[in-house]
């Protein structure tokens, strides 16, 4: 009998705050190896400060996340490395020129394809050397969406990615998705998009609001991710009021 395989990423008893408020708490996830996981929930409930929690960005959480079997932040530095992260915003320097953007990125990174084929797959063929700022929205996000194609990250953290772009973009995008599930890697995504892929699992934020949503966070307000672990270890009894 063939045991479980290890989930690449875990989430134990997660909440996040913003704003001094608990925005969500108590959330169990195990995503493994070809997982597609789309975050839900009306605005407000925390899908963006999730992701940048699971991103590194926000240490306002409480629980733990795990990577590989290990949790942060005794293995941030392999996570950091598997891990690509696409905010709400293109993060794309319009002074620069797409090839220019993707050129730092690729410095950071390495890829697996060149610069002129990334920009060529979503569409930006002849706009290699364009000053962003004369690019559209539509074109800023695409030049954020070629770093997918450029990416060798297990694991894809993308908040919004089809905000402005066509429907052909859109139907592209998907098909990057599930290649890279397809291939043994891991999305986590937020989208008001209705996705038709066939392993998308729907995780609803709304699922996890807390008993209160004034309730004061005194026992843990100001503490980092890693605080909040040791403090949850110290005490695996206590309610966090985030």
């Given amino acids: 009998m063939s045991s479980s395989p290890t989930p690449l990423l875990e989430l134990r008893d997660l909440g996040c705050e913003r704003d001094e408020r608990l925005l ?16 839900g929930g009306p605005n407000g409930a925390g899908k ?22 290990k949790p ?36 950071q990174t390495g890829g697996r394809i060149s610069i002129d084929e990334a920009l060529a797959a979503v569409g930006l063929y002849g706009y290699e050397d364009t000053p962003c700022y ?15 194609h450029l990416a ?26 599930a290649r890279q599930s397809a291939q043994g890697g891991v999305v986590i995504l937020t989208s ?4 038709t ?16 949503t004034n309730q004061t966070k005194s026992e843990w307000h100001g503490l980092s991710g890693a605080q909040k672990d040791g403090s949850a270890q110290k005490d695996s009894g206590a309610v966090a009021h985030g």
Avoid: M
């Avoid at 969500?24 to 975050?39: H, K, N, P, T």
């Avoid at 598997?82 to 993707?102: A, F, M, Q």
């Fill in 72 to 107: 942060l932040p005794d293995a941030s530095w392999d996570f950091a490395r598997d891990r690509l992260y696409l905010g709400h915003l293109p993060g794309i320097k319009k002074s620069l020129t797409p090839s220019e953007n993707l050129a730092w990125y690729l410095a």
């Fill in 152 to 177: 060798e990250a297990r694991i894809w953290i993308l908040d919004e990615p089809f905000t402005a772009i066509d429907k052909l973009g859109v139907s592209q995008l998907e098909v990057l998705i």
């Fill in 192 to 195: 008001h998009q209705d996705l």
């Fill in 197 to 212: 892929l066939p392993q998308l699992r729907l995780v609803n934020l709304q699922d996890y609001r807390p008993r209160s």
């Fill in 48 to 69: 963006t400060t999730l992701l940048r929690a699971l991103a590194g960005i926000s240490n306002d959480y409480q629980g733990q996340i795990l990577y590989a079997g």
């Fill in 24 to 39: 969500f708490s108590g959330l169990d996830l195990q995503v493994v190896a070809g997982d597609v996981v789309q975050i």
């Fill in 134 to 148: 004369q690019l559209s929205a539509g074109q800023l996000r695409r030049v954020a969406l070629a770093r997918l």
